[in-house]
């Protein structure tokens, strides 16, 4: 066989290969003479780029509290230090890390966490209205007779008292506690328009809702512990994206796709870092793919995963019907025949001429 074992099949081992395909049907066929075959590579490159980019940055952190950073690694330079491999296409990674002695637990400002309640000042009291209105007469009207001031109006000549009541009923009105004057006032209040407050029981002071009357809350900023704890954190983001890079742009037909895919002798290469492109690749896969190995910004992995095969699309003048796929398979090069074009258009010109007859057949005969 012509098909060298190592490197790719030239123009020569295609055509020979469709030489014997042709000739199986009776009689030496041969393509070596100039014009008596047309050959153009179509080889199928199927490529995918897994590239791992990163950036790194350092922050000084406080959080509150005694914070147990143990569980982190630590670092000496940020620049320095070795995650583990990248993770899975498609994921972002996190990894923190502590500087090595930057970890500090110092006293809190407040000393023992405790803070003065900012509600109430450090009184632990709030002031309160020590009377509220009459739930009653709302204030508005606690004595008929003197309104709640204290000095009865001047009453008209022959006039009822107001708030006197019918014969036989409860009195609804007592003696005002300002003015003296019996049946004059509201019950709640005797005239004086206003009750004790519930809230303070006429002290004038409530305890604080929010530090409990205690005067002081736990401290905020370091939430009640009195310590807090600083250090320098560094973190490393991972970005893992994949590309993917095929050839042809234009696919090959769908059946020859179908048989490629299995009886197709794959060249396969994995390639991590600076690796070359394997040598036996088509030069237009290998430009294809060549804007792709240039190093991104902050890349630090990439995996480029590829499978290739030669593929030719042969044409021979003296069989117009036909257009002939080689490629490497499992035994030597195969061949696999297409109608041409020209054969499929002529197959349809004449399914649409028989339909044709067939509808003007059917109109004479209705
Ligand atoms: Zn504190
Ligand atoms: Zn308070
Ligand atoms: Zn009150
Ligand atoms: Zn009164
Ligand atoms: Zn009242």
Redesign the pocket.
Known sequence: MAESPSGPPSDDDMLQALARHLSRDGGAVRLDSPGSADLSWHSILDCRIRRTTETRSETPRTEKGRKDLTALPTYTHIAGYRPGPPGDHGTTRRIELVREGSVHHRT???GN?E?ACGRCEGRGSLPCDPTTACPDCRGLEPCAECGGTGTPRPRPKGGDRAGKPASGAVPRRVRCAKCRRPEAACRTCAGRGRTECSQCKGTGLVDCPKCGAGGTVA?D??AGS?VVTTWMGGLIEQRSRGEVVRRPRRRPPFRVRLRTARSGHWRKAELTGDDALPGDLDATHAEALEPHLAPRAGEVHRTVVLRHLPLARITVPTDPDRVFYAFPGSAGIEVLPLPSRRRVARVVAIAAAVLVVAVLLLRLLV
């Open positions: 809190c400002e407040c966490g803070w401290h900023a370091c009195g």
